[in-house]
């Protein structure tokens, strides 16, 4: 993992490393009560394609593997592994509610691309290689969410939708809840064909042509995912100045981030933790 290459417009993140484990935190959510963390490939026992600190069991890892990635991890971000709730995606927009009797759970439910709790000490984790990290914080009601942002999740509204079951379950105001949006593919390196495109303008004609560029291939774009997402969680009602954007893309970093796209698929996943404290 040498000369490892990155593209940081703006920094948002902080890089830690504790305990031979390298992973990010979110300078919006500094001071508060919470854990708000993402692994990189650094610091974990995974070999080949899938080092080091695959997070994921759905990657045809060794499973003894990736449990002890899972120790290793919550040892040094510093929480329970034993507690862990874990996402099962397919880029669709249901949002799980975790709950105390939750905890330790895994997998509580087949289909959720977001989690969210207002419940202490409950870790809960969810998995990219590219799609857009979305982490929230309501520091009024003191509860959390996060969601797993592709394209598909993006366009069908994942974000605002994270935002609106907050405001269900713990009377959330979307202008007092803070957001990382985490480390993604950025425009250069995410090229999407017609189809994505045309369905982006149909859902927001007068938005829309702000996130995309046209690519040198015929009838391909460069789409600006994690924009995409910050217009439309202000849209939603979210103030700008609280939208941390991405300051690492996964893709130009693929030696310290996974990334679909960089490996044609062959990689691991990274993870979101977020607990609060």
């Known amino acids: 993992m040498e000369n490892i290459r990155f593209r940081i417009p ?9 305990d031979g484990v390298t992973y990010l935190t979110y ?25 080091q600190m695959n997070t994921s069991y759905s990657r045809g890892d060794d499973p003894e593997r990736v449990k002890e990635n899972h120790r290793i991890l919550a040892k040094a971000v510093g929480y329970e592994e034993e507690r862990l709730v874990l996402s099962d995606q397919i880029h669709e927009t249901t949002i799980l509610q975790v709950e105390e009797k939750d905890a330790g759970g895994g997998v509580l439910q087949r ?5 969210m709790t207002n419940v202490a000490k409950l ?33 069908a ?16 105001d979307p202008e007092d809840v803070l957001c990382a949006i985490g480390p993604s593919i950025c425009q250069s390196c995410y090229e999407v064909d017609q189809t ?6 149909a859902k927001w004609p007068g938005r829309a042509a702000a996130w995309f560029l046209p690519s040198e291939r015929e009838e391909h774009f460069l789409l600006d995912l994690a924009a995409a997402c ?13 939208i941390a954007m991405p300051d690492l893309c996964t ?21 979101v933790v977020m607990q609060l404290i």
């Open 10 to 18: 703006e920094r948002t993140t902080n890089t830690i490393q504790k």
């Open 27 to 51: 300078r919006i959510f500094e001071g508060y009560p919470l854990i708000a963390a993402i692994s990189t490939r650094l610091g974990g026992v995974s070999v080949g394609c899938l080092g």
């Open 111 to 115: 289909g959720v691309d977001g989690l």
């Open 123 to 155: 870790p809960m984790m969810t998995f990219y290689a590219d799609c857009v990290p979305l982490l929230f914080y309501d520091p009024k009601h003191r509860a959390i969410a996060m969601a797993h942002s592709g394209w598909k999740g993006t366009l």
């Open 157 to 172: 509204g994942i974000g605002p939708i994270c935002l609106t079951r907050m405001k269900e379950a713990y009377e959330s």
């Open 196 to 201: 994505v495109r045309d369905a982006f303008f």
């Open 230 to 242: 910050r217009d439309t969680l202000m849209d939603a009602g979210m103030q700008k100045e609280h």
């Open 251 to 271: 893709c130009c970093n693929p030696e310290f981030l996974f990334s679909h796209r960089a490996s044609d698929g062959k990689r691991g996943n990274l993870s």
